[in-house]
């Protein structure tokens, strides 16, 4: 039977897309590689999703999973001819038990909208990466997300108590679960951040947090990046870390001021987004210590959210960075590194290095606390090459390996950065992966041609399918 014939048979023939126009925008998702999937398909079960894997794997068609698509990493674009396994039919909270503090969820449930259903309870999932309002737990999932407050709570593999997943060969297993530290291999570690290679999530045992008594948000301001990137090392080498810790520099103040009326101090050339949590008395000696050792670096002002529209206000700017830049160049590249804290300040002077060298205005926005790197390079498509913008990421990217860095902090590698994976991992590390992975999917079609370097299902794809091409408009 015809691969769409059995898919309409087992979604329904509404929840399976192959027009061309429909399957446009699936072709990429928030990064730049793009590739059109032969079909979309929406199920709405878990057998569902098996019964799809089962009729792929027949037609000997590759598989894609997908979320909402705001993967920076061409995680979900669609190499060798695969169909996307959408789960925005996946939506359903199925549990939350307070007493137990964990959360029964399907992939397809929006993180923000978990964070919602979750405060009148008093607990929240502390993951929250700045697409939180889009991003689904299952792509949380597929990309290991983090966030700002990765930084006191750690990233989405802590708080994963357990998944069901469907297999390559369509099975449909569960590993981990409420319980914690089930007997046997805990698979779950390695499921987290494996970006759709090792088969589809369909629901999820999530862990939950009590919210906490207090919250202190407050903007430290600093005279250049340098000044501010130094204050943050001294703050964790002080030994106190903040539930979060972000750094915006001027550029990105300004985009948000012209934009969405931010009201950033635009006299400052960087600031420290600095949140504390705990009881009362804790989170006043630690605002007291961290403003100390930030006034030592150079910090000229402390402005702190008294209420919390407020504090709201300035995590909405700090989360609407990325659309904001686009006041002043309509395209950006948003890097992903992660380097040691303790060489940001020369690190962030060799990227603006490369940035003039090239000719590109650079935003920093970044969860500095973690050590991550996000140098957005502005351009405008219509008249730069994007090759141009690639060089100079790549170099960038060299620039954070050398200083002991990795290639990512939280964005994964998917398509965009497979090739750069030679410069961090021995060919034995790599191999161990590919067995690994292997186990799972000896056949390799779940998400071929992403994260392993020299994968022959990308390879095989017919140049003129892959183009480098823009994700215009990407922020939802
Ligand atoms: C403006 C903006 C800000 C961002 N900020 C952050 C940030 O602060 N922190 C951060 O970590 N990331 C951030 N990201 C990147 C991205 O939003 C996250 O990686 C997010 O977790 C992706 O979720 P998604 O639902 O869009 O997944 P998708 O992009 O759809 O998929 C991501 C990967 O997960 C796999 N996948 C999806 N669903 C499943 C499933 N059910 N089972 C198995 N695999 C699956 C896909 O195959 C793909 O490899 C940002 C992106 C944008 C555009």
Same mark, same amino acid.
């Given at each position: 039977?015809?691969?769409?014939?059995?898919?309409?048979?087992?979604?329904?023939?509404?929840?399976?897309?192959?027009?061309?126009?429909?399957?446009?925008?699936?072709?990429?998702?928030?990064?730049?590689?793009?590739?059109?999937?032969?079909?979309?398909?929406?199920?709405?079960?878990?057998?569902?999703?098996?019964?799809?894997? %089962? *009729?792929?794997?027949?037609? #000997?068609?590759?598989? =894609? +999973?997908?979320?909402? &698509?705001?993967?920076?990493?061409? @995680?979900? !674009?669609?190499?060798?001819?695969?169909?996307?396994?959408?789960?925005?039919?996946?939506?359903?909270?199925?549990?939350?038990?307070?007493?137990?503090?964990?959360?029964?969820?399907?992939?397809?449930?929006?993180?923000?909208?978990?964070?919602?259903?979750?405060?009148?309870?008093?607990?929240?999932?502390?993951?929250?990466?700045?697409?939180?309002?889009?991003?689904?737990?299952?792509?949380?999932?597929?990309?290991?997300?983090?966030?700002?407050?990765?930084?006191?709570?750690?990233?989405?593999?802590?708080?994963?108590?357990?998944?069901?997943?469907?297999?390559?060969?369509?099975?449909?297993?569960?590993?981990?679960? %409420? *319980?914690?530290?089930?007997? #046997?291999?805990?698979? =779950? +570690?390695?499921?987290? &951040?494996?970006?759709?290679?090792? @088969?589809? !999530?369909?629901?999820?045992?999530?862990?939950?947090?009590?919210?906490?008594?207090?919250?202190?948000?407050?903007?430290?301001?600093?005279?250049?990046?340098?000044?501010?990137?130094?204050?943050?090392?001294?703050?964790?080498?002080?030994?106190?870390?903040?539930?979060?810790?972000?750094?915006?520099?001027?550029?990105?103040?300004?985009?948000?001021?012209?934009?969405?009326?931010?009201?950033?101090?635009?006299?400052?050339?960087?600031?420290?987004?600095?949140?504390?949590?705990?009881?009362?008395?804790?989170?006043?000696?630690?605002?007291?210590?961290?403003?100390?050792?930030?006034?030592?670096?150079?910090?000229?002002?402390?402005?702190?959210?008294?209420?919390?529209?407020?504090?709201?206000?300035?995590?909405?700017?700090?989360?609407?960075?990325?659309?904001?830049?686009?006041?002043?160049?309509?395209?950006?590249?948003?890097?992903?590194?992660?380097?040691?804290?303790?060489?940001?300040?020369?690190?962030?002077?060799?990227?603006?290095?490369?940035?003039?060298?090239?000719?590109?205005?650079?935003?920093?926005?970044?969860?500095?606390?973690?050590?991550?790197?996000?140098?957005?390079?502005?351009?405008?498509?219509?008249?730069?090459?994007?090759?141009?913008?690639?060089?100079?990421?790549?170099?960038?990217?060299?620039?954070?390996?050398?200083?002991?860095?990795?290639?990512?902090?939280?964005?994964?590698?998917?398509?965009?950065?497979?090739?750069?994976?030679?410069?961090?991992?021995?060919?034995?590390?790599?191999?161990?992966?590919?067995?690994?992975?292997?186990?799972?999917?000896?056949?390799?079609?779940?998400?071929?041609?992403?994260?392993?370097?020299?994968?022959?299902?990308?390879?095989?794809?017919?140049?003129?399918?892959?183009?480098?091409?823009?994700?215009?408009?990407?922020?939802?």
């Amino acid at each position: 039977m015809d691969l769409l014939v059995r898919l309409a048979s087992i979604c329904g023939r509404e929840n399976v897309l192959s027009d061309p126009e429909d399957l446009l925008v699936f072709e990429y998702d928030a990064g730049f590689d793009r590739s059109a999937p032969s079909a979309v398909v929406v199920p709405a079960t878990a057998d569902e999703v098996s019964a799809v894997v %089962r *009729a792929a794997r027949d037609a #000997g068609v590759p598989i =894609v +999973p997908r979320g909402a &698509g705001t993967g920076l990493a061409g @995680g979900t !674009v669609a190499c060798g001819g695969a169909i996307v396994v959408s789960t925005s039919r996946l939506r359903n909270i199925l549990e939350i038990d307070t007493v137990g503090r964990s959360a029964l969820v399907e992939p397809g449930v929006v993180n923000a909208d978990l964070g919602a259903a979750l405060r009148p309870h008093g607990l929240f999932f502390a993951p929250d990466p700045s697409s939180q309002r889009a991003s689904t737990i299952g792509g949380n999932i597929g990309n290991n997300a983090g966030g700002p407050h990765a930084l006191r709570y750690g990233s989405v593999v802590d708080h994963v108590l357990g998944v069901e997943m469907v297999l390559p060969d369509g099975t449909i297993a569960a590993f981990g679960g %409420r *319980a914690p530290d089930l007997p #046997g291999y805990d698979l =779950v +570690p390695l499921i987290v &951040g494996s970006e759709g290679t090792l @088969g589809i !999530v369909t629901k999820a045992w999530l862990r939950l947090l009590p919210l906490p008594e207090h919250v202190h948000t407050f903007l430290a301001l600093f005279p250049d990046v340098g000044t501010g990137a130094r204050a943050a090392s001294a703050i964790i080498g002080g030994g106190i870390v903040p539930a979060a810790m972000e750094m915006l520099d001027r550029t990105t103040m300004r985009a948000l001021n012209a934009a969405f009326d931010a009201h950033l101090p635009e006299e400052a050339g960087s600031l420290l987004l600095v949140e504390v949590e705990g009881l009362v008395e804790e989170c006043r000696d630690q605002v007291t210590r961290i403003e100390t050792l930030c006034r030592a670096e150079g910090a000229f002002g402390i402005r702190t959210a008294t209420t919390a529209e407020e504090r709201d206000a300035l995590w909405k700017a700090r989360k609407l960075g990325y659309p904001a830049l686009a006041r002043i160049k309509p395209n950006n590249y948003l890097n992903d590194a992660v380097v040691p804290r303790t060489k940001l300040p020369e690190v962030l002077g060799r990227v603006n290095g490369i940035a003039d060298r090239y000719g590109y205005t650079i935003a920093n926005m970044f969860h500095i606390g973690d050590g991550n790197l996000h140098p957005v390079l502005l351009f405008d498509a219509r008249t730069e090459p994007i090759e141009r913008v690639l060089r100079a990421a790549a170099e960038i990217l060299r620039v954070a390996v050398d200083a002991g860095g990795m290639l990512s902090g939280e964005h994964g590698i998917g398509v965009e950065k497979e090739d750069f994976m030679t410069w961090v991992f021995a060919p034995e590390d790599l191999d161990a992966m590919r067995r690994a992975r292997g186990a799972l999917d000896p056949d390799g079609v779940m998400n071929p041609g992403k994260v392993l370097p020299g994968q022959k299902a990308c390879g095989d794809i017919p140049t003129s399918r892959i183009k480098r091409g823009l994700a215009e408009g990407m922020w939802v």
